[in-house]
């Protein structure tokens, strides 16, 4: 059968199921009927008169969650539109993400929600889901309309990209979003003590003559926003974590039964500061990228729990914009498309974590932080799934990239781990060149 | 014996036998000032372009009068480094002035990493000349053709470096090219300006002014910028010049023949007192000449000149 003409109802067969965290040693088959999954399981399953689809020995699992990406849309979309972000998250195997609402104007209101929902469905390569904005036109004064937006469907709010200096609206944020039942995703930094800088502050910003940004600038909003979640209840969500302080102190808060999420980005748990010596602006992202000692700890967080998830934090730039100086580009790189292979290459290969362990982190655990549906495969859920091979070695290549974008920092790069194939819906949505 | 690289970025990934040549290659050069014709035909034909995207005075015109005593043709290229931001990359106005036929481009940018990034997108050769905090190497150079003049060999030799090292390209360079001539390189100034992540460069950092000089050779005392102040990284410049300026009783507690060097331009009376800086144990305008020398050994090397060929023009 030709994977891209998929009928209502079919059956993949010859994949390894990844389910739950963990990785089937034995051969399984999903069968789906119009965009719901009828049956998942190991072995075989004959149903009459349904079309067979083969799955190559792949391996099969939820379609992707990524709870941090930017789509820019509206009023950057030279960057980034709601379709070339959705055209990248399934090349990278997501079925669902979650925007930040630092578009210009930023999503600050319910029309604007509506309207993602709006531009996400006519492109339908991906399930979007828009956070809000904390304050009003994100200039830290007043609170938004919550309610509003929840009832639009936003899944959370956040300050991503222009930090709450402001205690006090931290504090009614959590307040109020605790009545929702939403959270509130804090970018930690506190924006005084990062003052200019554009790197980690350390022996590499000593050395290059680039304004660092200290570690403690993230510690001290985390142990902020922690203390303000205990003393609220609301559900705080910490985004992007880089340092270790900051995962000690979130580990602490969990202990304490404070109700604190976190995530990390590929690039935290791979890169550290060192590669800026470069000078390349690939490796200009905030929270910045730390020391070995901050990687392992990050490493350490997602094995025991204290970071609950994977997300990309993508943050498309143009050429032009990342072409300048280092101190004068834009923070952020792309992530979607290598996620993935990122996770396989320095987490799984490196023997630091299982890949169905892995897969949780970019799936189930991912849909839990904003209540997401999606992250699971079993009777009656929406088909979200994707097929890839986790032994395929392939090199990033910028031609191939589907985002609208082209930082990233493994372009060039040999990753091991491909996307195959991914649904949503029951709807191919990505398809790899070699994969019929 | 030639330079490895087509560029002078810094002195972090220069040899020890490179910075020699340059400095031997200089001190012929600074031979032929003392001539009454000062000027050379080395460069004839040659194009250079000073493209300079922050304001400079000293170093504009070091470079620009190396370039004419060698003979080249000049064009000078000012802008505001911001400018750029809001249209051209800093790539399309290399690659324009490139496609005019330039042999070599001197570039001082606010940003570090500048002038390896045009190095790398460019054939010509690249000098630089100050890429922010980072490195600005003939500033670098000329200090140490300076102590080298005075000390002879810098194998042991102590130097003291004071003022703001953090924002400081000429301290950077100097810590390089210093610690690679085997002198020992302490850095003296505030713990806000002088963070201990210095110590990384390879040299020492002390806090206290009075053990810092002590068995100091030589004093390097870099401008304080002013509007730093404002930033809340020293309190004031009257504090700056009680706690770290050189003035005649700090020289006192040295060895005597301790000697005091100063980039330029001196803010007198807050980090260097004006009888320091007029007085006998100073070399700043010496500085200043072998600047010029400096300067014109790097272009002559960069476009492959041959020092065994200046013995006989000195």
């Not at chain 1, 990524?66 to 399934?90: L, N, Q, Y």
């Not at chain 1, 929902?117 to 304050?135: H, K, N, Q």
């Not at chain 2, 504009?60 to 000078?76: C, G, K, M, P, V």
């Not at chain 2, 496609?99 to 054939?123: E, F, N, T, W």
Request: contains cysteine; glycine residues 10%; charged residues 20%.
């Amino acid at each position: 059968m030709d994977w891209k003409s998929i009928p209502q109802e079919y059956l993949v067969t010859n994949v390894k199921l990844c389910l739950g965290g963990k990785l089937s040693a034995k051969t399984g088959y999903l069968h789906v009927k119009d965009g719901k999954v009828k049956a998942i399981g190991d072995g075989e399953l004959s149903v009459e008169n349904v079309p067979t689809f083969d799955g190559n020995g792949a391996v099969l699992s939820p379609g992707f969650i990524d709870v941090h990406v930017h789509f820019r849309e509206p009023g950057r979309e030279e960057k980034e539109s709601i379709h070339t972000g959705s055209r990248a998250a399934a090349a990278g195997g997501f079925t669902s993400v979650v925007t930040m609402p630092n578009t210009l104007p930023p999503v600050d209101s319910a029309p604007m929600i509506t309207y993602q929902f709006d531009r996400a469905r006519e492109s339908g390569l991906c399930r979007v889901f828009p956070t809000g904005a904390i304050s009003k036109n994100q200039d830290g004064e007043s609170l938004t309309e919550f309610g509003d937006m929840v009832a639009a469907g936003a899944v959370g709010f956040t300050d991503d990209g222009t930090p709450v200096m402001n205690g006090s609206l931290m504090k009614y944020a959590l307040q109020y979003s605790k009545m929702l039942g939403i959270p509130v995703t804090c970018h930690a930094e506190d924006t005084s003590l990062a003052g200019s800088g554009v790197m980690h502050a350390g022996s590499w910003s000593a050395k290059l003559g680039l304004p660092g940004i200290p570690r403690v600038a993230e510690d001290s909003m985390i142990y902020r926003d922690c203390e303000l979640a205990r003393a609220t209840g609301g559900h705080l969500h910490v985004a992007h974590i880089s340092t270790k302080g900051a995962v000690d102190t979130v580990r602490r808060a969990k202990a304490d039964g404070i109700n604190v999420t976190a995530e990390a980005t590929p690039h935290h748990f791979t890169l550290n500061h060192s590669h800026c010596q470069t000078f390349s602006p690939m490796f200009k992202m905030n929270p910045p990228l730390r020391e070995e000692p901050d990687v392992e700890a990050v490493i350490a967080g997602l094995c025991d729990g204290t970071i609950d998830c994977i997300a990309t934090d993508h943050a498309p730039h143009t050429v032009m914009e990342k072409e300048l100086m280092f101190d004068q580009a834009p923070f952020g790189i792309i992530g979607l498309e290598t996620a993935l292979a990122v996770g396989i290459t320095s987490l799984v290969k490196a023997g630091k974590l299982d890949l169905g362990k892995l897969v949780y982190l970019m799936t189930e655990a991912a849909a839990k932080i904003y209540n997401l549906p999606g992250g699971k495969l079993e009777e009656g859920t929406d088909a979200d799934f994707v097929l890839f091979d986790p032994e395929q070695q392939w090199t990033v290549l910028v031609d191939e990239v589907q985002s609208r974008s082209r930082n990233s920092p493994w372009l060039g790069e040999k990753l091991t781990g491909r996307v195959k194939a991914t649904f949503m819906g029951g709807r191919n949505t990505w398809l790899d060149k070699d994969f019929s | 014996m030639a330079l490895s690289s087509k560029d002078l970025i810094g002195l972090e990934h220069m040899s020890q036998e490179e910075i020699t040549l340059i400095l031997d290659t200089a001190d012929a050069f600074r031979a032929v000032f003392d001539r009454p014709v000062r000027k050379v035909p080395i460069m004839r034909g040659k194009t250079v372009v000073n493209l300079f995207f922050e304001p400079s005075t000293r170093t504009r015109i070091s470079f620009e009068l190396a370039e004419q005593r060698l003979s080249a043709d000049i064009i000078n290229f000012s802008a505001s480094s911001s400018s750029l931001k809001k249209g051209e990359t800093l790539r399309d106005t290399a690659e324009n002035i490139a496609a005019m036929k330039i042999d070599m481009i001197v570039m001082r940018h606010s940003s570090p990493g500048a002038a390896q990034y045009l190095a790398d997108v460019l054939d010509a050769s690249v000098i630089n000349a100050g890429d922010g905090p980072h490195e600005h190497p003939t500033q670098g150079l000329l200090d140490i053709m300076t102590m080298r003049h005075k000390l002879g060999s810098l194998d042991g030799k102590k130097v003291t470096i004071i003022g703001d090292i953090s924002h400081s390209r000429v301290a950077r360079s100097n810590i390089y090219g210093l610690t690679k001539l085997g002198a020992e390189v302490t850095l003296c100034g505030p713990p806000t300006m002088v963070p201990g992540a210095m110590e990384q460069l390879g040299a020492k950092v002390e806090y206290d002014l009075k053990k810092a000089v002590r068995d100091a050779d030589v004093l390097n005392i870099l401008r304080i910028q002013l509007e730093r102040q404002s930033q809340m990284v020293f309190p004031s410049n009257r504090e700056y010049a009680l706690m770290f300026g050189i003035d005649e009783d700090v020289l006192r507690t040295t060895k005597p023949e301790c000697f005091v060097m100063h980039p330029g331009p001196m803010n007198r009376e807050v980090e260097i007192s004006s009888a320091v800086a007029d007085g006998p144990r100073q070399v700043i305008l010496d500085q200043v000449t072998n600047g010029v020398a400096i300067r014109m050994a790097v272009i002559y090397l960069l476009s492959g000149g041959d020092p065994g060929s200046l013995a006989g023009r000195g």
